[in-house]
């Protein structure tokens, strides 16, 4: 597990420090899936994407989702942190019954990021979001046992977060060559792209779009906290956590839309264990 810990620290603050504060057994599992996600996510990240990286662990997991869908049990993997961290997607996937469908999505919408693909509408990033976050609310619902009834906002749940990261993450997404917000959207504020020059350009028309964002994430987190009465208080506190850092960076950038250009808004490792440590309470 210190392998799977690293990668989890190393990868998120807040979802590190708030997944603390889950039970030892639940926490173990959410390092588990976190290692996957964020090794695959980290591959089409660094700047080249390391695609034939990518397409190896594509085509192992089809090898290894036909053998759970012929109800065998997947054969040894080797030492690396490639297969160490697809066996704990495997472990996820056969102890919670999940869905391989989830994984598939996911690799989906990191595959998008490899083709630098565009988003002419919001369905076409809702497209994305189902793979690379939504689909990671339902993993975390399997993983704490949940009864089927909160899944769809447990989905919004991971939407609201992932909307947040484009925001939060514009400026570092623009160096990588990316850009999820609609162009329908950008268009709609008169928006031609959402560099810093061109935000400086048209300072109203960006502090609006950014607004207008935050209110779609407003939206969709009042779906999220829909659910969070299925889920015990035990469990409840990480994700209240979380969610409650969300919020804090959402209203550093409603108060200051400029700042996603300046700085990375985070919450520092003491914010998130006092606010947990708040929750608790």
């Not at 939504?134 to 447990?154: H, S």
């Not at 990261?165 to 400026?171: G, K, P, Q, T, V």
């Not at 709609?188 to 779609?216: C, I, M, N, Y």
């Amino acid at each position: 597990m210190d392998t799977e810990k690293q990668i989890f620290r190393d990868g998120s603050t807040t979802y590190y420090w708030s997944s603390k504060f889950f039970p030892k057994g639940v926490r173990d599992d959410v390092f588990k899936l976190y290692s996957f996600v964020r090794v695959v996510d980290d591959m089409v990240d660094q700047v080249p994407a390391d695609t034939k990286r990518f397409q190896k662990m594509q085509k192992r997991w089809k090898t290894v989702k036909k053998q759970l869908d012929n109800g065998e049990k997947p054969g040894p993997l080797d030492d690396s942190v490639d297969e160490r961290v697809l066996g704990n997607m495997v472990h996820i996937v056969h102890r919670f019954d999940c869905d391989p469908a989830w994984v598939d999505a996911f690799l989906a919408s990191m595959k998008m990021d490899v083709d630098q693909r565009n988003y002419k509408t919001l369905d076409d990033t809702l497209e994305y979001i189902y793979g690379s976050a939504e689909v990671i609310g339902l993993f975390m619902a399997k993983i704490m046992q949940l009864p089927v009834a909160p899944y769809e906002t447990a989905q919004m749940q991971g939407r609201a977060m992932q909307f947040i990261n484009f925001l939060r993450d514009i400026d570092e997404d623009n160096e990588l060559g990316r850009q999820y917000f609609p162009q329908k959207t950008l268009k709609k504020f008169g928006l031609k792209d959402l560099s810093q020059k061109t935000a400086q350009a048209h300072p109203e028309e960006f502090k609006a779009f950014v607004r207008e964002q935050l209110d779609l994430y407003d939206q969709w987190q009042g779906e999220a906290y829909k659910g969070y009465s299925y889920i015990p208080k035990r469990l409840r506190i990480p994700l209240q956590t979380a969610t409650d850092m969300y919020n804090w960076t959402a209203e550093q950038i409603r108060e200051n839309p400029m700042i996603v250009f300046d700085q990375k808004v985070k919450p520092k490792k003491r914010r998130v264990v006092y606010t947990a440590t708040k929750n608790i309470l």
